[in-house]
Antibody, heavy 121, light 110 residues
Framework: QVQLQESGPGLVKPSETLSLTCTVS????????WSWIRQPAGKGLEWIGH???????NYNPSLKSRVTMSIDTSKNQFFLKLSSVTVADTAVYYC???????????????WGQGTLVTVSS | QSALTQPASVSGSPGQSITISCSGT?????????VSWYQQHPTKAPKLMIY???NRPSGVSNRFSGSKSGNTASLTISGLQAEDEADYYC??????????FGTGTKVTVL
């Protein structure tokens, strides 16, 4: 079955750019939407945005000015960049897919295990 | 976009049924059947419990069911068990082609 794994620096300095990679195994990234979601400690889930295999994207309006997503189907990976980070961007970042098999809707399944990114000098 | 509104907490005794509401607008919950529900235990990634309002993924107990009326979706857990104690989040597709989560509900089994 499809599995997702986030990777990237666990510590980012304020004002710099957070960069994460999600590697997909057990299936092809050449279909469906692929999402990034984050969760600050003790708080709720926040959808950051998603990218389709064609490269088209939709972002959370509250983060849109700072977010860039991209995809590399040859490596079965998709990517998140969040610029000008502040301590408020400290969170566990998850990647997830919205489709699978014959399902082409919008549900998050499966999820990666999540990676903690701390913004601190 | 505003988060969907959920009660902060819901509790019940073992064997009872509880319902968690998820209130949105005609631009999200009310306008699409892409409402899903997630269970999250501490330090774990969320798990899909219900999708497309009332569909259960394989492997999810039939004690979990979903419904929608107007701009409000609901998750019902019947025969409450200790293992159901967790945080629950709803999610919906929106008119802006984005997705939005609910504020989250902590379920306590008394």
């Amino acid at each position: 079955q499809v599995q997702l794994q986030e990777s990237g620096p666990g510590l980012v300095k304020p004002s710099e750019t957070l960069s994460l990679t999600c590697t997909v195994s057990g299936g092809s990234i050449s279909s469906y939407y692929w999402s990034w979601i984050r969760q600050p400690a003790g708080k709720g889930l926040e959808w950051i945005g998603h990218i389709y295999t064609s490269g088209s994207t939709n972002y959370n309006p509250s983060l849109k000015s700072r977010v860039t997503m991209s995809i590399d189907t040859s490596k079965n990976q998709f990517f998140l960049k969040l610029s000008s980070v502040t301590v408020a961007d400290t969170a566990v970042y998850y990647c997830a897919t919205e489709g699978g098999g014959s399902y082409w809707g919008h549900r998050f399944d499966p999820w990666g295990q999540g990676t903690l990114v701390t913004v601190s000098s | 976009q505003s988060a969907l509104t959920q009660p902060a907490s819901v509790s019940g005794s073992p064997g009872q049924s509880i319902t968690i509401s998820c209130s949105g607008t005609s631009s999200d919950v009310g306008g699409y059947n892409y409402v899903s529900w997630y269970q999250q235990h501490p330090t774990k990634a969320p798990k899909l419990m219900i999708y497309d309002v009332n569909n259960r993924p394989s492997g999810v107990s039939n004690r979990f069911s979903g419904s929608k009326s107007g701009n409000t979706a609901s998750l019902t857990i019947s025969g409450l068990q200790a293992e159901d104690e967790a945080d629950y989040y709803c999610s919906s597709y929106t008119i802006s082609s984005t997705l939005v989560f609910g504020t989250g509900t902590k379920v306590t089994v008394l």
